[in-house]
């Protein structure tokens, strides 16, 4: 979706073992120590080695945190820090997961004796946004107390007398309230995304900030489609306001957000050329019930999904189902070998205008389309049924709208022809997981 260097949102990547960090700091082995037990004869006071004392062991326990110093100082170290996020350090997943235990600890340390020094107060609201980062990271990695240690530290920032610091313990309540949105009633919810509303209104459009409004806006889509929605819309008018071109242009697409979160049960346009280069006539499918599914032929999840719509298509085309595609994909050769290898029924969509393909897609940008497959399954009368018509679902619906089918047996010589998946590229990443 972005091609942004966003390291701090990869930990998904770091848990499977593709991610990774490294550490600045490379110490080498004191010479041996004497072992008096060794020797024949006792030790003296004078030939046992000096205790190490608390700053020496902390380092050996971990060679990340960061040694005294000004705040500054301490600002740029977390800066350093997150740098070596995304470099690798470990010869296997669970040393690379320790060294990001051990680097979001040291993150967490060094902003604390920032917030407890004499600062400014951007200075503090940094420190404290950076040390939420590193404390979501741990409950993520299910670290002990992970859950406790955040919860602790927001509740105590509400109460910071710094407004700004405040501002951002809100931002992070509101955020972990969206996670259990479901035990709050309609007052509570409103007021959950009113917080995250005035917080983001206040903060300076980056593209930081837009990370985080879609990281929280996902979460609410999931609980709650129509408060995400109005939360995407007002949001869209912040973002618009921003310096950085991308965060502009994902400003419009938040509004496309909001307008594919409002599509249940209403009637939902869709214009553009088909692949062949024709206009498409979207009212000539009234009376039909319609799967309008955005894939691309790099898709892995879509491929994989290919075969049920086609199967769903054969039951059912006769009874009055049909398919539109829409492809993100940028290159129509592609897209062409693909169409004909595959021999596909139905219409798909294409842009013809070469600065409007892929995730530009006019169609793409206007429901704010940004993983796939995206689905929409509509009635006769063009409105929209679900948005989850994936796999047994899609039958499931069909059933429902056009009356159950008796599948045919399965045979042999048919399972030989089922067509495979083609083999994903790198763009997959960007594809619905």
């Known amino acids: 979706m972005t091609k942004w260097n ?21 110490r080498a082995d004191d010479e041996p120590k004497k072992d008096a037990a060794a020797t024949s004869e006792p030790a003296t ?46 010869a296997n997943r669970d040393e690379r997961v320790a060294n990001f235990v051990n680097l979001q600890e040291a993150i967490i340390d060094a902003a604390e004796r920032v917030l407890a020094a004499e600062v400014e107060e951007d200075v503090a609201a940094k420190a404290l946004a950076e040390q939420l980062i ?5 409950q993520r990695l299910k670290q002990q107390d992970a859950k406790q240690r955040l919860l602790r530290v927001i509740q105590e920032r509400l109460k910071d007398k710094r ?25 509570q919810r409103e ?18 900030a837009l990370m985080a409004a879609l990281d929280i806006g996902r979460k609410l889509e999931r609980a709650d489609g129509k408060l995400a929605a109005g939360l995407y819309r007002d949001l869209s008018g912040v973002f618009a306001k921003s310096d950085v071109p991308r965060v502009r242009e994902y400003a419009a697409k938040m509004e ?20 062949d280069g024709k206009d498409f006539d979207w009212s000539a499918y009234r009376g039909k019930v319609v799967l309008v599914d955005f894939w ?37 050769a592609k897209l062409e070998e693909f169409l004909g290898k595959e021999q596909l029924p139905w219409t798909t969509l294409f842009s013809d205008d070469e600065a409007a393909t892929g995730w530009d897609h006019p169609m793409a940008n206007h429901y704010g389309v940004t993983a796939i497959p995206a689905v929409f399954l509509v009635d006769k009368d063009g409105k929209v049924v679900t948005m989850k018509a994936r796999g047994e679902a899609l039958g499931e619906e069909l059933a429902k709208l056009l009356g159950p089918v008796e599948e045919p047996p399965a045979t042999e010589e048919a399972n030989d022809e089922a067509p495979q998946p083609a083999k994903p590229d790198k763009n997959e990443a960007a594809a619905e997981k």
């Not at 590193?134 to 741990?138: E, H, N, T």
């Not at 009637?267 to 692949?275: A, E, N, Q, W």
């Open 191 to 208: 007021a959950v995304v009113a917080d995250l509303k005035e917080y983001f209104t206040t903060k300076e459009p980056s593209q930081d």
């Open 296 to 332: 691309a032929t790099w898709c892995g999840p879509c491929l994989r999904e290919l075969p049920n719509v086609k199967k769903q298509y054969e039951l059912y085309h006769d009874r009055g189902f049909d398919v539109v595609g829409v492809s993100l994909d940028e290159d129509r």
């Open 6 to 26: 966003a390291s701090r949102w990869l930990l998904a990547l770091l848990i499977a073992g593709v991610g990774g960090l490294a550490a600045n700091i490379s």
């Open 134 to 138: 590193s404390l979501a990271y741990q």
């Open 163 to 187: 407004p700004k610091v405040a501002a951002e313990a809100r931002r992070a309540n509101a955020s972990e309230q969206v996670d259990h949105l479901a035990d709050l009633d309609a007052q």
């Open 256 to 275: 496309g957000m909001a307008r594919r979160l409002e599509l249940p049960g209403q009637f939902m346009p869709i214009d553009g050329k088909s692949v």
């Open 45 to 90: 006071d004078q030939e046992k080695p000096a205790e190490p004392d608390a700053d020496d062991k902390n380092e050996a326990e971990n060679p990340y945190l960061v040694k005294d110093g000004s705040p500054a100082e301490l600002m740029d170290a977390i800066a350093q820090l997150r740098e070596q996020e995304n470099k690798p350090q470990g």
